[in-house]
């Protein structure tokens, strides 16, 4: 492919374009097509699209290294491996990475290789003639999907290059670091797009696509990260109550849901999709948390959870070669198809009671968002006699939160969002509250100032 309009940043471009990426648009043979004749239809564009989703099934991201990233640095997991890939993630475990550490090296560039792909269906749209609601419907997918990346960018790395756009070499030299409001504001503009643009529900054969409902999760979610919370209520409030009805999406209770009901189950508002069949779509199950050595050994104490909470065996401590049973699925050849939850009902629920309850406690509302979660798992309902007060409401959403989306690569930056890092790792200093950004992706800009997170110089 040629050089001009595949740059976002210069490693990027080399990975991109160097790997071994099973997708259609990866592999160079001597008629492959290039940007100016791939992207000229409605076919084309599409293939762009699919190509975005896939990004998300890398083992940069969310087939393997969010793992390390989101979940064994904080506390419901492990890696006690100290030697495997030279130690590479047991750096993140112990608060001990470098600016060199490939894990996140390797994630930096598959989360801008995914939003690269989503820049180029999003700029390439215009051009192509073909049914306008279709057209808006391709381009609010990719925004979506451009937001999901930004968003889990920014709570890994902090302040990053802004780019929106295909760039060149020249212009991918001289990017500059925006601050997180303005990589905030980016995606508070895509999700608004999504939700505008996106069905409610979609045709089995594009079951799994974004839809206006997930973008109202995630742009909820967005919201409580920048403490927004009257307009996490504002949003929500048609979503829980689209909910509760339960005709098109529904709390289920986990063991319903996980680890065989990933694909049906209507707790489920976005996911990454995995297959098994040969067909390069599959996980493997070293990365559903199969315990291997202590590595990846599940760490979330059982005294958490209440007497008959269905969540607890799902997560239980694992023996050496196990893997916990939320993601427990059917393995062929060292290969599962365990999709990777993103966006859940419940989550919905918790986000909105936390939301109520910052706005003003008691709120019967928040009350009840709160107990159909814990209704859901199997534990009785609370009242305001047992949550006397706003602290005390807040330390139960918290704790649900832990227990409802253990091993959902969120827990790290719940530990993070909500002040509790000094509490839970009080000799490990603040600013690991982000990574390093790579030492190869600096050399390669042209005024490197500021570029690096403070403590990692």
């Not at 290059?161 to 303005?182: C, G, K, Y």
């Not at 009785?380 to 918290?398: G, W």
Request: glycine share 6%.
């Amino acid at each position: 492919m040629k050089k001009i309009l595949t740059v976002m940043l210069l490693l990027t471009v080399i990975t991109v374009y160097n790997s071994s990426c099973k997708k259609f648009l990866d592999l160079k043979p001597i008629d492959s097509p290039t940007e100016s004749t791939f992207y000229v239809d409605e076919k084309g564009l599409q293939g762009g699209l699919v190509s975005a989703y896939d990004a998300l099934q890398s083992t940069a991201m969310y087939g393997q290294n969010f793992i390390a990233l989101m979940e064994i640095r904080g506390d419901n997991a492990m890696d006690n491996d100290q030697g495997a890939s030279g130690g590479v993630r047991y750096q993140i475990e112990s608060f001990s990475e470098r600016p060199d550490n490939t894990i996140v090296t390797d994630s930096w560039l598959g989360c801008f290789r995914a939003i690269f792909r989503s820049n180029m269906v999003i700029s390439r749209a215009s051009d192509i003639v073909m049914d306008e609601t279709r057209k808006k419907q391709i381009v609010a997918q990719a925004k979506f999907l451009r937001a999901l990346n930004y968003f889990n960018t920014t709570r890994l790395w902090g302040k990053l290059p802004l780019i929106t756009s295909p760039q060149t070499t020249e212009e991918a030299r001289n990017n500059r670091r925006a601050d997180e409001s303005a990589v905030y504001a980016q995606i508070e503009n895509d999700l608004k797009t999504a939700i505008t643009d996106l069905p409610e529900t979609w045709p089995a054969n594009k079951k799994g696509s974004a839809t206006t409902l997930a973008a109202q999760a995630l742009l909820a979610k967005v919201y409580l990260y920048q403490k927004k919370y009257n307009d996490v209520v504002a949003l929500l409030g048609p979503l829980v109550g689209k909910i509760k009805n339960g005709a098109t999406v529904s709390l289920v209770p986990q063991p319903q849901t996980f680890p065989n009901g990933l694909k049906t189950s209507k707790d489920i508002l976005f996911s990454v999709q995995f297959l098994l069949g040969g067909v390069g779509e599959s996980v493997l199950q070293n990365n559903r948390y199969r315990n291997s050595g202590d590595n990846n050994a599940i760490t979330l104490p059982q005294s958490l959870f209440e007497s008959n909470d269905n969540r607890k065996a799902l997560v239980a401590p694992t023996g050496n070669g196990q893997r916990p049973g939320k993601f427990d699925g059917p393995a062929v050849n060292e290969e599962t198809s365990m999709d990777m939850p993103v966006l859940r009902c419940a989550e919905v629920m918790l986000i909105y009671a936390e939301a109520l309850n910052e706005v003003g406690y008691p709120d019967n509302d928040a009350l009840n968002a709160l107990n159909a979660v814990r209704l859901n798992a199997g534990i009785a309902a609370l009242n305001f006699t047992d949550l006397a007060s706003k602290a005390a409401f807040t330390t139960e959403v918290y704790k649900q939160r832990r227990l409802e989306l253990a091993l959902e690569l969120d827990r790290w930056f719940d530990i993070v969002r909500t002040g509790q890092m000094p509490v839970i790792y009080p000799l490990v200093d603040a600013y690991r509250k982000v990574y390093p950004i790579p030492q190869t992706e600096i050399q390669n800009i042209s005024d490197q100032s500021g570029w690096q997170n403070e403590g990692y110089q």
